[in-house]
């Protein structure tokens, strides 16, 4: 996380998240941003995440993918029903290529 955001995270409430998207992109994104497998799965997907995934697909879509994947699969309970359905519909072929991966969500996740 960059020193010169951390205020900026905190008055949003973003500080977990910005340090979970940063540590992906140290640890994940490494091994998994150029693994032919993924980029098959993000042209299954009907859409990418966000725009930053968008524009920087192989830097940046590993953690803005990721992110969803532990709300829906780790905080069961905490996001609503409308937000999990939303985000299995536009990321389902990542949502399962993460289930497959089989990464302990813990203690992250209930």
């Known amino acids: 996380m960059h020193a010169s955001l ?12 910005a340090l979970m998207r940063e540590a992906v992109l140290t ?18 997907d009907p859409t990418f995440i966000s725009n930053r995934a968008i524009e920087n697909r192989f830097l940046e879509d590993v953690a803005e993918s990721f992110l969803p994947y532990v709300a829906v699969e780790g ?4 996001i609503s029903q409308g937000l999990r359905d939303t ?17 302990s969500l813990y203690p992250l996740g209930d």
């Open 6 to 17: 951390a205020e900026y995270y905190k008055e949003i409430g973003g500080v977990e998240k």
């Open 27 to 44: 640890t994940l994104n490494a091994d998994l941003a150029s693994e032919q497998s993924l980029f098959n799965v993000q042209q299954l």
């Open 75 to 78: 905080h069961v309970g905490r």
């Open 87 to 103: 985000l299995n519909v536009a990321i389902p072929n990542r949502m399962e290529y993460f289930r497959n991966l089989e990464i």
